[in-house]
């Protein structure tokens, strides 16, 4: 069977794998076998379309965090976010929530009472953004920006709101650590959109429709990797197409992964996996409106 080669400036494509995080089930482009990150994006989990009958929901327990910021990112749905900093947030389609873990979070994600009174659907994704070394440390913190706070780019049949990071001359209001870009970007049939040529590491997840690169087609579901330094514009197909930009800067040196954990050193990671072990509250403790249950460990 042949293979049709990637089209100039794509280095790589990612079909993401389903993973089941407690009776719900997301699809995983971030990390990907031969590509860990994009620019600092170490993870990214597309969660949904899914829909729930009355009564259900996500619950996703307080669990830790550590060497990351975690950007939640809605198109439909809502999560009520608890953390051990005392926040308590309700997130909605085009806002975003942004939880710096630095030297130690916990948080925990569910359905509200409200949603779950009737049927209800739920479709985002959420991503991790691993620390510079320098960052690694510092203080866990948390922000909401709703959806009017964010700057939105509109051209020829393009609508793009800039979640993170800056982008085409507009800059997000979160406090970031390093160079990234993250792009809500709608494409009427025919629109076409140039990936932003003043960063490094650029990726696009197709997250409805189809786009084209060179005359190539890529559907949803798919994340392309593009060379760093080429010129790069795609176009909607003849149904247009919903995207996820994102990239920036090369990381300051590779990252190790275990569980909910980040860090530039296996050191760091044993260390927290032995405090949460332990039930150090010091360095681990639970949202104070949401203590009653966590994740354990894994084994």
Same mark, same amino acid.
């Given at each position: 069977?042949?293979?049709?080669?990637?089209?100039?400036?794509?280095?790589?494509?990612?079909?993401?794998?389903?993973?089941?995080?407690?009776?719900?089930?997301?699809?995983?482009?971030?990390?990907?076998?031969?590509?860990?990150?994009?620019?600092?994006?170490?993870?990214?989990?597309?969660?949904?379309?899914?829909?729930?009958?009355?009564?259900?929901?996500?619950?996703?327990?307080?669990?830790?965090?550590?060497?990351?910021?975690?950007?939640?990112?809605?198109?439909?749905?809502?999560?009520?976010?608890?953390?051990?900093?005392?926040?308590?947030?309700?997130?909605?389609?085009?806002?975003?929530?942004?939880?710096?873990?630095?030297?130690?979070?916990?948080?925990?994600?569910?359905?509200?009472? /409200?949603? #779950?009174?009737?049927?209800?659907?739920?479709?985002?994704?959420? +991503?991790?953004? $691993?620390? =510079? %070394?320098? @960052?690694?440390?510092?203080?866990?913190?948390?922000?909401?920006?709703?959806?009017?706070?964010?700057?939105?780019?509109?051209?020829?049949?393009?609508?793009?709101?800039?979640?993170?990071?800056?982008?085409?001359?507009?800059?997000?209001?979160?406090?970031?650590?390093?160079?990234?870009?993250?792009?809500?970007?709608?494409?009427?049939?025919?629109?076409?959109?140039?990936?932003?040529?003043?960063?490094?590491?650029?990726?696009?997840?197709?997250?409805?429709?189809?786009?084209?690169?060179?005359?190539?087609?890529?559907? /949803?579901? #798919?994340?392309?990797?593009?060379?760093?330094?080429?010129?790069? +514009?795609?176009? $909607?197909? =003849? %149904?247009? @197409?919903?995207?996820?930009?994102?990239?920036?800067?090369?990381?300051?040196?590779?990252?190790?992964?275990?569980?909910?954990?980040?860090?530039?050193?296996?050191?760091?990671?044993?260390?927290?996996?032995?405090?949460?072990?332990?039930?150090?509250?010091?360095?681990?403790?639970?949202?104070?409106?949401?203590?009653?249950?966590?994740?354990?460990?894994?084994?």
């Amino acid at each position: 069977m042949s293979v049709n080669p990637l089209p100039a400036g794509v280095e790589t494509v990612i079909v993401p794998r389903a993973r089941d995080i407690g009776g719900f089930e997301v699809r995983r482009a971030l990390p990907a076998p031969g590509r860990r990150m994009v620019g600092p994006f170490i993870f990214f989990d597309q969660m949904g379309p899914a829909e729930f009958l009355t009564g259900k929901g996500v619950d996703v327990r307080p669990h830790p965090h550590i060497g990351l910021a975690t950007v939640t990112y809605l198109y439909r749905g809502e999560f009520h976010h608890r953390d051990s900093l005392g926040s308590d947030q309700v997130i909605l389609p085009g806002a975003v929530n942004w939880m710096v873990a630095g030297r130690g979070v916990t948080h925990s994600e569910r359905t509200s009472a /409200a949603t #779950r009174a009737g049927p209800h659907d739920l479709f985002g994704v959420q +991503t991790w953004v $691993a620390l =510079p %070394a320098s @960052a690694e440390d510092v203080a866990p913190s948390f922000e909401h920006h709703g959806r009017e706070a964010l700057p939105v780019i509109e051209a020829d049949g393009v609508r793009a709101r800039l979640i993170l990071g800056s982008a085409y001359g507009e800059r997000a209001p979160a406090a970031i650590f390093s160079q990234t870009f993250y792009v809500d970007a709608a494409l009427s049939p025919g629109a076409r959109l140039p990936l932003p040529d003043d960063h490094e590491d650029r990726g696009i997840y197709v997250v409805e429709g189809e786009i084209t690169v060179a005359g190539q087609a890529f559907e /949803a579901g #798919r994340m392309l990797v593009f060379r760093p330094g080429d010129r790069i +514009t795609v176009g $909607a197909g =003849p %149904a247009g @197409a919903r995207l996820l930009l994102l990239g920036g800067a090369t990381l300051d040196g590779p990252r190790y992964i275990w569980w909910n954990f980040v860090a530039s050193s296996q050191e760091r990671i044993e260390a927290a996996k032995e405090a949460w072990r332990r039930e150090d509250r010091q360095r681990f403790a639970l949202p104070p409106n949401d203590a009653a249950e966590f994740i354990p460990a894994p084994v």
